[in-house]
């Protein structure tokens, strides 16, 4: 399983989404209308996911607005990070 379709799994698995692992596009925004819909504590439970999963510690507000925009910025962070 590649890098892009674990972190999914891993979001429906620890987010309980409504959605299917299917319907999140790598590019899809994460929050807001446009996106999948995830909301503050949906963000909070992801950095602890994306932390337990991939060893990823996102501590920097910003960044993590950065970081957690879509899939594919998560993946790119893990890649860099050398954690892929």
Known sequence: MNLRARIKEV???ELMLEVSVDEIGD???LFGPTGI???SVDALQLVVAIEKHF?????????????????ESIAKAIEEAGLA
């Open 11 to 13: 979001m429906a698995s």
């Open 27 to 29: 590019e899809s925004p």
């Open 37 to 39: 819909g995830l909301d």
């Open 55 to 71: 060893k990823l510690k996102i501590t920097d507000q910003d960044k993590a607005r950065e970081i957690l925009a879509n899939v």
